[in-house]
C-alpha cells in the first residue's frame, strides 16, 4: 500500500490549508485512514481518523472545531481541511492506513503504511 500526502505550504496564523492524501487502491478490503503530525522535537501525534465510509471521525481535542477530515468519493481519496491555523500547527503531517481493519485508529502503531508527509508551516 503506498501513501502520498500533499497541499501543504506556509500559510499565515488564521488561515487555511486543504490536505489530500491518495492511497494506492486495495481489492475487497474497508479500511480506516489517519492523519498524524509531528513537530520539530516532538513526537509523532493524532491529528484525526475516518472510517471507509467517512460516517465516523474523531479527532484529538487540539483540533476539533478547526480540522475536518473527510473522504472522496473515490475512498482511496482522504482530506484534511484546516482552518484557524496557529503557528502551534506547524509540522510534518502524514497520512497512514492500516493493514486491515475499518476501526478509527488513534496510535501509531495501529497503522501499517504511512505516506512521505507533507510540511505544513503557520506564520504569525
Known amino acids: 500500500v503506498q501513501l502520498q500526502a500533499s497541499g501543504g505550504g506556509l500559510v499565515q496564523a488564521g488561515g487555511s490549508l486543504r490536505l489530500s492524501c491518495a492511497a494506492s487502491a486495495r481489492t475487497d478490503q474497508t479500511y480506516a485512514l489517519g492523519w498524524y503530525r509531528q513537530a520539530p522535537g516532538k513526537e509523532r501525534e493524532f491529528v484525526a481518523a475516518?472510517?471507509?465510509?467517512?460516517?465516523?471521525?474523531d479527532y484529538a481535542d487540539s483540533m476539533k472545531g478547526r480540522f475536518t477530515i473527510s473522504r472522496g468519493d473515490d475512498r482511496n481519496l482522504m482530506y484534511l481541511q484546516m482552518d484557524s491555523l496557529k503557528p502551534e500547527d506547524t509540522a510534518v503531517y502524514y497520512c497512514a492506513a492500516p493493514e486491515i481493519g475499518n476501526n478509527l485508529g488513534y496510535k501509531p502503531g495501529e497503522y501499517n503504511y504511512w505516506g512521505q508527509g507533507t510540511l505544513v508551516t503557520v506564520s504569525n
Open positions: 475516518i472510517t471507509w465510509s467517512g460516517t465516523r471521525t
